[in-house]
């Protein structure tokens, strides 16, 4: 199933591509997405065509930070209703509360909570995108644009308590706190901006009562069609991450029956092996280039026998786990693999 997104997702991404030496038109193009719908709250592109134009532009032009740049130059203008929202709740936490609670009427393959206990509070993030590189440059265009958002309502100098993201660091660590102005970790259990209680107890000046009940109303009357196998794809990578995604584990996570998870992925034309083995063939790619030694690769992502490791191996890149380290060596972590790869 394609996840469609309004345009505005990459708004400003023609004039970065430009300003970075790209050529922004046929970078676009390259993905199907007419530059003119960009800026257009009324059109609509495919959500992975627009994480595939970040995931191209980083690569291309040698900007690792390209999500988080974009998410930078972005405004509330870019969420549509869910900027109107914002802009006129009570105070930053109901606003940020409003955006958990209707993002996925806006955009169902992400998800996001606010959760608070004393003293701290956290805004999580995730983003379904099968491409890995890709979907890391769509999180942090997210937190970019959060960035500015905070700042609008908070003021231009708030600085959040501390930055966690899943993944490794891209980017020289120094972007990082430019955009952020905080301790920023990686490789963390969950991608989160963490705020003070202060800082969403804030009342929000200015704020038009119509203008919120307005763009409720509106958003109350869409109903986003489920991304079944993507939000399982989404639940497995995390226990992968973790050392653990076993078909019992996921239907567990999700309060499914695994006959029923099957059943269900069936449906979509696909199935939880398939998942599986497709995030593992990810992050073994990935991991190989990192200097890792193939006995940790296969444990970091659910091999107990070094043997299935090397047989995996050799059906998705045609070579031994030794020869794809070998090859991987000096290479960047977000390459795609090349034509050696074996479909199952």
């Known amino acids: 199933m394609s996840l ?8 400003q991404a023609d004039v970065l591509i430009n300003d970075l030496g790209g050529d922004a038109e046929t970078m676009l193009a390259a993905h199907g997405i007419d530059p003119s719908a960009i800026e257009d709250i009324n059109r609509y592109i495919r959500y992975q065509d627009a994480g595939a134009v970040l995931g191209h532009a980083a690569r291309e032009l040698d900007a690792p930070d390209f999500g988080l740049r974009l998410g930078g130059k972005q405004g509330l203008e870019t969420l549509g209703p869910l900027g109107v929202i914002m802009r006129n709740s009570e105070t930053v936490g109901a606003a940020v509360e409003r955006l958990c609670h209707f993002l996925r009427a806006m955009v169902p393959s992400d998800t996001a909570a606010l959760t608070q206990s004393t003293g701290t509070s956290a805004f999580s993030y995730s983003v379904l995108l099968s491409n890995d590189f890709d979907r890391r440059q769509m999180l942090e265009r997210a937190f970019g644009l959060a960035m500015r958002a905070y700042r609008v309502l908070i003021g231009p100098t708030f600085v959040p308590n501390r930055v966690t993201f899943e993944h490794q660091r891209y980017a020289p660590l120094a972007t990082y706190h430019e955009v952020f102005g905080c301790q920023v970790d990686f490789r963390q259990e969950r991608n989160a901006i963490h705020l003070s209680p ?10 038009d009562y119509s203008a919120l009940v307005l763009a409720e109303d509106y958003l109350k009357r869409l109903v986003p069609e489920p991304a079944f196998a993507d939000h399982v794809r989404e ?9 653990g995604a076993s078909l019992p ?8 029956h695994e006959r029923t998870l099957e059943r269900h992925l069936r449906a979509h034309g696909t199935t939880f092996e398939a998942i599986l083995d497709d995030l593992r063939r990810a992050a073994a790619w990935e991991l190989a280039a990192t200097g890792m030694q193939a006995s940790q690769i296969a444990r970091a992502i659910g091999y107990s026998e070094q043997s299935s490791f090397s047989r995996a191996c050799r059906r998705w890149f045609g070579e031994s786990p030794r ?17 050696r790869h074996h479909d199952p």
């Open 235 to 243: 639940v497995t990578r995390r226990l992968l991450m973790v050392g």
């Open 4 to 11: 469609l997104i309004r345009g505005p997702v990459l708004s």
């Open 323 to 339: 020869e794809l380290l070998r090859r991987r060596r000096g290479q960047r972590p977000e390459e795609a693999p090349d034509a």
């Open 249 to 256: 584990q996921v239907a567990r996570e999700l309060s499914l």
């Open 198 to 207: 202060v800082d969403l107890a804030r009342v929000i000046d200015g704020r």
